[in-house]
């Protein structure tokens, strides 16, 4: 991915909460003021993936989970990867994060350069460094994510307290400001406290909080607000947008809610079957997209400002990954597969400077298809 | 806490008053009486021995007597040995008993939980595989006839540890070992399966995303979780291992309270029935209340006592 020009390399947004995306009344509602502010995404490259890889050898063969994900993540940038369960994106963040165990577990790239370090390439202990300083993750059900036997101040310590060397007075200073940025009333006290004396959406402020306490450059959140209700939702999402604004931290976001993605992403990048198959602004992806898995994607979740419509399911089942096919994979399912998507897989084809889609389509062979209006929505 | 603990107490008196009740019964539905002898003795002197130990009065006359006694920690002399008393039995035995008790818990409950860390850690491979084996075969081997191998191989053959008695550290092992076998293999399988579990658990992958380090992670993190199994058996394996010195401390002529206690049962010694199944009671309820007092500190989700609010 490319962004040539110098005005679009640096850009300053203010979000207003006056985008018109579909989605965004939607996310918005529950919440009586939206503040205005400031978020910087820059053009220096905090994260670089290339063709990566990633299988599982298991009783039953050797499950291709990812197979070839390239995407780079910009500082201060929100990139969010999006795709149905099985499609690879969990398993993309845990590769990044060093979380796949090897075996079974194999990884192999081009590089997964972070700041300019292979992280495929670092030892274990060397990882440790990185892990919770530099990379942090949010997990997606914040009741299973924090050790029930710890009080949550130990949790949230012993973080900082290896990495920095902080002293346990120190550590705990910290601790409170952190509970304090995500929005937990009475730190001091808090801290004693057992995972068990908070609510759910309590627990996944402190998961967030022991994410932050190190100042890590790139967060990972695996489907932060899938195990919480929706009110509890929207209020998450704003606190990772406060955070980004205030330490302008990178966050890709794995979620397979589109509701989600137009509240806080920057850039989209949509997987299918342990690829990425098309990435965009999030404005390209909602209004322009082209893979039709990405039109299947969005036809199939309920619209306000469309009501009489139904919804659209995408026909079929993702490919089984222990064997996939050659070509493109969302070929079975798709109502406008040609002869050739069966057979191989299309290079990716740049429609901006931002938004790429694999996909024949795109093929000047099969542009008839697209002008006879098959693909108009 | 308090008022769990002061709840708790009087249950266990509660409990221990049932046991010495249904001990007293059943021990007299026996047949036999500590004074038969193969010797025929003197009708007279027959009577009078029954009358010194007030065997001639009724039963419920002779279980008010007792349980008065016993109310003041008094557990009446030995009918076979009457140069001692029951209590004097119970001070020399018990030291021992309780020293043999302590140290097998000890081993069984450290090299139990290590084995089990070490096979969990180490899944599927070749050290996993060797600890499942040894423990199947801790579990499959009675005390008694691993103390006889034992003292076969240690003692007998190769002649590294003394075969008997209760001396010296040296003297301790073979017994120690044959007794802590059992416990730690059940608890070597328990640790390990589990730590597994524990290991799959997000808050583990959530303690690895941070860059804990492994022995921290494996240690504060997963072994707290995964022993609350093997506190929920500690007091099955207690019971076992109380269970199991009588028969230990016969095999290696240990000087404990096992041997007062099965000696007691064959002599009808009415006096020391009671006070060994007495003390053995109370002792193991005692330690099962421990038991419960650890659980709530391993896990504070599990509260001992209710507070005023708590949901």
């Known amino acids: ?377 | 806490m308090g008022r769990y603990i002061i709840k708790r107490f009087l249950m266990m008196l509660m409990t221990i008053f049932i046991i010495a009740t249904l001990t007293f019964f059943l021990m007299h539905a026996v047949p036999g009486s500590p004074l038969e002898t193969e010797r025929t003795t003197n009708e007279a002197i027959q009577a009078n021995l029954e009358k010194f130990y007030k065997l001639d009065q009724p039963l419920y006359v002779q279980y008010f007597d007792y349980m008065k006694s016993l109310a003041t920690f008094d557990f009446g002399p030995s009918i076979k040995d009457p140069n001692r008393t029951v209590n004097e039995l119970l001070e020399r035995g018990f030291p021992i008993s309780f020293e043999l008790g302590i140290i097998t818990i000890i081993i069984a409950v450290l090299s139990g939980v290590l084995l089990g860390i070490l096979a969990a850690l180490r899944h599927n491979k070749l050290l996993d595989y060797g600890a499942m084996a040894f423990a199947v075969i801790g579990i499959s081997i009675p005390n008694f006839v691993m103390a006889t191998l034992l003292i076969q191989q240690l003692a007998v053959t190769w002649n590294i540890f003394p075969p008997a008695t209760w001396k010296s550290p040296m003297h301790m092992v073979l017994p120690v070992l044959a007794l802590a076998t059992g416990p730690m293999a059940i608890i070597a399988r328990l640790t390990r399966s589990s730590m597994l579990e524990v290991l799959t658990q997000d808050y583990i992958k959530m303690a690895r995303a941070k860059g804990i380090k492994p022995v921290r992670i494996v240690f504060r993190h997963a072994l707290r979780n995964a022993m609350m199994p093997v506190v929920t058996i500690m007091g099955t394996l207690l019971a076992g291992i109380l269970t199991g010195t009588f028969v230990i401390e016969k095999i290696f002529a240990i000087p404990g309270m096992g041997k007062y206690f099965v000696d007691s049962i064959n002599n009808r010694d009415y006096p020391v029935i009671m006070g060994t199944t007495v003390f053995y009671s109370a002792f193991l309820i005692f330690m099962l209340f421990l038991v419960d007092i650890v659980y709530g500190i391993l896990d504070p989700r599990i509260k001992l006592h209710k507070k005023e609010g708590d949901v």
């Open chain 1, 1 to 377: 991915m490319t962004r040539p020009l110098a005005d679009e390399l640096t850009r300053t947004r203010l979000e207003d909460g006056a985008e018109s995306d579909p989605f965004a009344h939607d996310a918005k509602r529950g919440k009586i003021a939206k503040p205005k502010r400031k978020r910087t995404v820059t053009d220096e490259k905090i994260l670089e993936v290339q063709d990566l890889h990633v299988t599982f050898r298991t009783y039953g063969g050797t499950v291709q989970a990812v197979r070839g994900v390239t995407f780079d993540l910009f500082k201060g940038e929100t990139l969010a990867i999006v795709g149905e369960s099985g499609c690879g994106k969990s398993v993309t963040s845990n590769a990044i994060m060093g979380l796949i165990q090897q075996p079974p577990g194999k990884i192999t790239s081009k590089g997964v350069r972070f700041k300019s370090k292979d992280l495929t390439k670092l030892s274990k202990k060397e990882m440790r460094k990185i892990q919770g300083v530099d990379i942090s993750m949010i997990f997606q059900d914040p009741m299973t994510a924090l050790n029930p036997t710890l009080t949550i101040g130990e949790q949230l310590t012993e973080g900082v307290k290896q990495h920095k060397n902080l002293s346990g007075a120190e550590a705990k200073k910290r601790a409170v400001e952190m509970l304090d940025l995500v929005g937990i009333p009475n730190p001091e006290e808090r801290l004693k406290q057992y995972p068990h004396q908070f609510s759910g959406g309590m627990r996944q402020r402190i998961v967030i909080a022991i994410a932050l306490i190190c100042e890590p450059e790139l967060l990972i959140a695996d489907e932060p607000t899938t195990a919480l209700d929706v009110t509890i939702q929207a209020q998450i999402l704003d606190l990772f947008e406060e955070i980004q604004a205030k330490t302008g931290v990178s966050i890709i976001l794995i979620t397979h809610d589109l509701g989600v993605v137009a509240k806080i992403a920057d850039r989209i990048a949509v997987m299918y079957a342990g690829k990425v198959v098309e990435t965009g602004t999030k404005r390209e992806i909602f209004y322009t997209a082209n893979h039709p898995y990405t039109r299947g994607l969005l036809n199939s979740v309920p619209r306000l400002d469309l009501k009489e419509e139904e919804l659209v399911p995408i026909d079929g089942t993702p490919p089984d990954l222990f064997s996939p096919p050659a070509g493109c994979p969302f070929a079975p399912r798709c109502p406008f597969a040609m002869e050739v998507c069966a057979r191989v897989y299309p290079e990716p084809t740049h429609l901006s400077a931002t938004q790429k889609v694999d996909c024949w389509l795109q093929d000047e062979r099969a542009k008839k298809l697209i002008q006879d209006g098959a693909f108009a929505h």
